[in-house]
């Protein structure tokens, strides 16, 4: 977008001085990704067909939104278009058909450990449990996003008709 | 704020009068934003608006009367819709202190929390056993606190809102309310 203030030769391109930004009505939407556990694999491939045991890349592949194309629905990995603080959220209904002695849920940073959340004794009774994970990632630009999960001794999956399930990535500052 | 100029006499702009104060803030618009709590006995409709009754076998709008903070007037308390003001990604929130009542069994999806999207469903929230202890309770009352995070991608003048039922043989639920809303409340938020 080119604005200039004037006519030549007092023509004044405030975009070069300002950037586009300052022209803007509203702030950029922060960079967000959604996508929903949809039990279609032919449909929307990449989501989780399997149940979940040992630990691995939860891939929800019904993508609703990712306005800065940074999600790989193929690898569940975000990669942050822009430096800040990123939440890691998934909320949804778990299928528990064998409980073991717990879940965890992971936030990885660059294929590494950074937090990890857990269910305990909440799950031990129950064949379906819902559960709402928000974890918060100080991230650079580049840094590589996955949520991963696991159980002990038992195994789950996240319910999966497109209602159940979500997961986002979001900057939140 | 003082004017902003670009130039010197005569060439001098004031950029603020031609673009409005909008465009030299170092800080980003807010973002909408709503957020209600949940008063105890809002029969008086002329204060509080919609209090909920007892949520039971059949679906519910869920209405909170006591508006913390609307940044664009965009929630409407006597139907409990947010009216979308700009096209984004939402966030959905509940964070509430849930009365269970005569709920005994300890099978089942027990509590549905839905959020609509222009009056389809969008995505459930549910607690089935998280709030009944095991074995299962001898009395017919039980609290549950329910923290939901749901977003939504909507467009300028989509109608978000949530809706909740009690699924159980019998059972009813209701959220909790004093005289001041300080146990529950419900957020539209753009995150996106």
């Known amino acids: ?173 | 704020m003082a004017n902003v100029s670009i130039g010197t006499h005569p060439h001098e702009i004031p950029i603020n009068q031609l673009l409005g104060k909008q465009a030299f803030q170092d800080r980003p618009a807010v973002e909408p934003c709503a957020i209600m709590h949940h008063l105890h006995d809002d029969t008086s409709s002329s204060t509080n608006g919609g209090r909920l009754t007892q949520i039971g076998s059949s679906w519910e709008h869920i209405k909170m009367g006591l508006v913390m903070y609307d940044n664009h007037g965009a929630y409407e308390k006597s139907t409990g819709q947010y009216t979308v003001p700009r096209t984004g990604v939402y966030l959905c929130h509940i964070g509430a202190n849930i009365y269970v009542k005569n709920v005994r069994d300890n099978s089942g999806t027990v509590i549905q929390f839905m959020v609509q999207l222009n009056g389809s469903d969008y995505k459930r929230a549910y607690a089935q056993k998280n709030f009944i202890p095991n074995p299962e309770p001898t009395s017919n009352a039980d609290w549950w606190y329910a923290d939901i995070n749901i977003h939504v991608p909507c467009r300028k003048g989509d109608i978000l809102r949530f809706i909740s039922l009690n699924n159980s043989n019998g059972g009813t639920h209701y959220i909790d309310d004093d005289s001041n809303g300080t146990y529950s409340e419900m957020v539209f938020l753009k995150v996106s």
């Open chain 1, 1 to 173: 977008m080119a604005t200039n203030i004037g006519t030549n030769p007092q023509d004044i391109p405030l975009n070069q001085y300002l950037g586009e930004q300052a022209f803007l009505d509203y702030p950029a939407a922060k960079p967000c990704m959604l996508a929903h556990q949809i039990n279609q694999d032919s449909t929307y491939p990449g989501s989780q067909d399997n149940k979940i045991s040992s630990i691995e890349i939860v891939q929800f592949g019904d993508v609703r939104y990712d306005n800065y194309g940074a999600y790989d629905k193929s690898t569940g990995e975000y990669t942050v278009p822009m430096k800040g603080v990123y939440m890691i959220h998934v909320a949804g209904n778990l299928g528990i058909d064998s409980p073991g002695s717990w879940i965890q849920i992971w936030a990885y940073l660059n294929g590494n450990q950074y937090k990890r959340a857990y269910l305990n004794k909440e799950i031990q009774n129950g064949t379906w449990y819902y559960s709402d994970v928000n974890i918060y990632v100080p991230c650079e630009k580049g840094d590589i996003l996955t949520l991963r999960a696991q159980a002990a001794g038992g195994a789950f999956w996240w319910d999966d008709d497109g209602k159940y399930s979500e997961k986002v990535i979001r900057m939140v500052t």
